[in-house]
């Protein structure tokens, strides 16, 4: 079948044929943009709404008051929110480093040696990745009780790390793929030591591939909610946790506002990384 | 040994904090339950027994809500096929909706690709639990739509607590997970090829199926499982969507942990659920008999680094 798509390839640069015109305003093209149009409207509808009413005065939320800040104050003024949130930053931070040195670490070593068992190494490597969230959940938190450590931060870190880390290695493996080998061994003609040539010149080139694995870590461990269920303690819950407990109990109008938040951060979390993107390009 | 200086921590990592806990549950699923629940020897086989215990062979015909047809009788044999039928077909309502949606995306001029993609980029980053909290906020009893509908003078309707809710939560969660990778995949294809197989004689069916399938698939699988993989583990939707009315496995393990404490059948069923989803995708995986080749698993990061970033 390969060998069928390399032919058509080859075929096809040999007689180039203009692009009929007529698949343009056709009815494929209609139907096309209809349901765009419509999957769009269903991804931000719902969302819009509840910035609105994020700023809505009424406490029940289903009808519109009048203009408020009042849920925002709220939020700031609400010390169990603030803890959450910073717990939430601390863990992320802890989580992106440790997952992003240990990732890029094992990226380094699959892509550069050829050892026994490298394939199953590989296989192994993607199964964080299709386990399900509530499976490394419930087994983190027996494992937890089976060493008898508590839950709390350090638990939280622990799993995170174990989450993010398969993300950042193969993040980072598809950079190591298109490094440039020869620069390295330039430097190390030139009299570089291994350290020096790891410092001002591997270190230095996998940098953006490292940034977005790091943004990518910080992410995931932000937004991430089944596997800190399980593992978070009394005093150590992060804010989609937080946000979890407030929704089951009821109407909650300052949940409509950390949400808001959530997602400006999120946005700002897609232009730093697109903005990150550009530059590299450039 | 640089190689293991390398590996070493990574490896740790993995097997401390990911493989030793799944054999410890594993093992714990054979384990009989204290009184407070919590796993104590002796070994059983009363976890798995629970699970079988009830399928009995008792062949029905109802017409009740379309055609089923059932062979055998069960509890959580119905649990089990409820949650693999119901997230089944999540991905592929979720495919036939993502799929256009990539292909509209990556047939744009490039000015408003990069918007369309911002568009997408931004439900995908934000928290999936935000994003639901969303959905069944405009959907509630007294949500934004029933307000909207009494104010026309309609009457109230239920959208929540259903299966259907819940299909409704697993596709909205689900869809920019679908759309990203399939557009990465869509986006480097060459058109050309389809004319080209076009004047070899192959009709539009054919050039998808021989051309563009085979190509597009990495898009594919990673769509699939990123879909299939959280719809059947879920949790947040059947709660937040569904009420708790409508149980599926992610759910019914969750509780087990919380609300009704039983570790060990918990373990039981999650080690059931992580065959059926390593079995689901094993199957999905192209070029299976050949193995994973280090080209198709440089190709699935290089899918995922772009879907990334």
Redesign the interface.
């Known amino acids: 079948?390969?060998s069928?798509?390399i032919l058509?390839?080859e075929?096809?640069e040999i007689?180039?044929?203009p692009?009929k015109e007529s698949r343009g305003i056709g009815l494929g093209r209609f139907?096309?943009?209809t349901?765009?149009f419509f999957?769009?409207a269903?991804?931000?509808?719902?969302?819009a709404?509840?910035i609105a009413?994020s700023f809505n005065s009424a406490r029940?939320?289903?009808?519109w008051q009048s203009f408020s800040l009042q849920w925002y104050e709220r939020v700031f003024s609400n010390a169990r929110i603030l803890e959450a949130a910073a717990n939430s930053l601390i863990v992320a931070t802890l989580a992106t480093i440790g997952s992003v040195?240990?990732?890029t670490?094992?990226a380094?070593?699959m892509e550069r040696?050829q050892?026994r068992a490298k394939?199953a190494w590989?296989?192994?490597?993607?199964?964080?990745?299709?386990?399900?969230?509530?499976?490394?959940g419930?087994?983190?938190?027996?494992?937890f009780a089976?060493i008898n450590l508590s839950r709390g931060i350090v638990t939280l870190v622990?799993?995170h790390?174990?989450f993010c880390?398969p993300?950042v290695?193969?993040?980072m493996?598809?950079?190591l793929?298109d490094f440039d080998k020869s620069l390295e061994e330039a430097a190390q003609d030139l009299g570089a030591d291994e350290w020096t040539t790891f410092r001002r010149i591997t270190l230095p080139l996998l940098m953006p591939g490292i940034i977005?694995?790091a943004l990518?870590a910080f992410?995931l461990s932000?937004?991430d909610?089944?596997i800190s269920f399980?593992v978070t303690g009394v005093g150590s819950q992060t804010l989609?946790v937080y946000?979890?407990g407030q929704?089951?109990r009821g109407i909650t109008p300052e949940?409509?506002a950390i949400?808001t938040l959530?997602?400006l951060l999120?946005?700002a979390?897609?232009i730093i990384?697109?903005l990150i993107?550009r530059r590299q390009r450039a | 040994m640089r190689?293991a200086g390398?590996?070493a921590?990574?490896?740790f990592?993995?097997f401390v904090?990911?493989f030793?806990?799944?054999l410890?549950?594993a093992g714990?699923s054979f384990l009989s339950r204290d009184r407070l629940g919590f796993p104590t020897p002796p070994l059983t086989l009363q976890n798995y027994w629970e699970i079988v215990r009830d399928i009995r062979f008792a062949p029905s015909i109802s017409l009740a809500g379309g055609l089923t047809i059932r062979l055998f009788e069960g509890l959580y044999l119905e649990l089990f096929w409820r949650s693999i039928w119901l997230s089944l077909l999540s991905t592929l309502i979720t495919l036939f909706?993502?799929f256009?949606?990539a292909?509209?995306?990556a047939r744009l001029p490039s000015r408003y690709r990069n918007l369309?993609l911002?568009?997408v980029?931004?439900?995908f980053?934000?928290?999936?639990?935000?994003?639901t909290?969303?959905?069944q906020?405009?959907l509630?009893g007294?949500?934004?739509i029933?307000?909207l509908l009494s104010a026309l003078g309609l009457e109230p309707i239920d959208l929540l607590f259903t299966p259907a809710a819940i299909m409704l939560g697993l596709v909205?969660g689900n869809?920019?997970f679908m759309?990203l990778p399939l557009y990465t995949s869509l986006e480097k294809f060459?058109w050309?090829?389809i004319?080209?197989?076009n004047?070899?004689g192959a009709d539009m069916l054919r050039a998808f199926q021989?051309?563009m399938l085979?190509?597009i698939s990495p898009g594919l699988l990673a769509g699939s499982?990123l879909t299939f993989?959280?719809a059947?583990?879920s949790?947040?939707t059947v709660?937040?969507m569904g009420g708790g009315r409508t149980n599926l496995i992610?759910y019914a393990?969750?509780q087990q942990?919380s609300a009704s404490v039983n570790?060990p059948f918990?373990?039981a069923m999650?080690l059931l659920?992580?065959i059926i989803?390593?079995f689901r995708?094993g199957a999905l995986l192209p070029q299976r008999s050949r193995?994973?080749s280090?080209r198709s698993?440089?190709r699935?990061?290089?899918t995922?680094?772009r879907m990334?970033?």
């Not at chain 1, 029940?60 to 009808?63: F, L």
């Not at chain 2, 980053?125 to 994003?131: I, K, P």
């Open positions: 079948m390969a069928d798509v058509i390839g075929r096809s007689k180039p044929r692009r139907a096309l943009v349901i765009t999957t769009f269903f991804l931000y509808v719902p969302i709404i509840l009413f029940t939320g289903a009808t040195i240990i990732g670490l094992m380094m070593a040696y050892f394939l590989d296989a192994l490597l993607y199964l964080p990745v299709i386990v399900p969230e509530i499976v490394m419930i087994s983190l938190l027996i494992f089976a622990i799993s790390i174990a880390m993300f290695y193969l993040t493996r598809a950079r793929a977005s694995s990518l992410t932000l937004d909610f089944v399980f989609p946000i979890w929704i089951r949940i409509n949400s959530m997602l999120s946005i979390l897609v990384t697109q993107q | 190689l390398l590996m921590p990574g490896a990592w993995l904090f990911f030793v806990p799944l410890i549950m714990i909706i993502a256009p949606v292909l509209f995306m369309a911002f568009l980029m931004i439900p980053w934000t928290n999936f639990l935000v994003r909290y969303a959905l906020f405009m509630r007294n949500g934004p029933n307000t909205y869809l920019p759309i060459d050309t090829m004319e080209a197989a004047d070899l021989r051309v085979p190509l499982i993989v959280p059947i583990g949790y947040i709660e937040l992610g393990i969750a942990f570790w918990g373990s999650s659920m992580m989803v390593t995708c193995g994973i280090q698993l440089r699935r990061g290089r995922w680094l990334s970033s």
